[in-house]
């Protein structure tokens, strides 16, 4: 195990094959199936040892938390196109 990474380090990046890269790269997490797809990503290196499953959990509440609050927003959308759609009177 390479020594500088047990230094400097948390844990659970430690356990990574590739020690020197530990900047992950921008993830879009734009649409419900983004972040579906990153919570799979987390999954799977949560399986594999690639992180530690204590943070593979946290980053999957996070995300579960982000995929909630897009849905709340798509449906608050939709609702208001609705609302554009029914006649004054009918209300």
Same mark, same amino acid.
């Given at each position: 195990?390479?020594?500088?990474?047990?230094?400097?380090?948390?844990?659970?990046?430690?356990? !990574? +094959?590739?020690?020197?890269?530990?900047?992950?790269?921008?993830?879009? %997490?734009?649409?419900? @199936?983004?972040?579906?797809? /990153?919570?799979?990503?987390?999954?799977?290196?949560?399986?594999?040892?690639?992180?530690?499953? !204590? +943070?593979?959990?946290?980053?999957?509440?996070?995300?579960?938390?982000? %995929?909630?609050?897009? @849905?709340?927003?798509?449906? /608050?959308?939709?609702?208001?196109?609705?609302?554009?759609?029914?006649?004054?009177?009918?209300?």
């Amino acid at each position: 195990m390479n020594l500088d990474c047990i230094e400097k380090s948390p844990s659970f990046l430690c356990q !990574s +094959e590739n020690f020197n890269d530990i900047t992950p790269a921008r993830i879009n %997490l734009a649409t419900s @199936e983004d972040v579906c797809r /990153e919570m799979a990503r987390v999954y799977r290196d949560s399986r594999l040892n690639k992180i530690a499953s !204590s +943070e593979g959990t946290k980053l999957v509440y996070m995300l579960s938390q982000i %995929l909630k609050a897009h @849905e709340v927003f798509v449906m /608050e959308k939709k609702l208001s196109e609705l609302e554009l759609l029914v006649p004054r009177g009918i209300r």
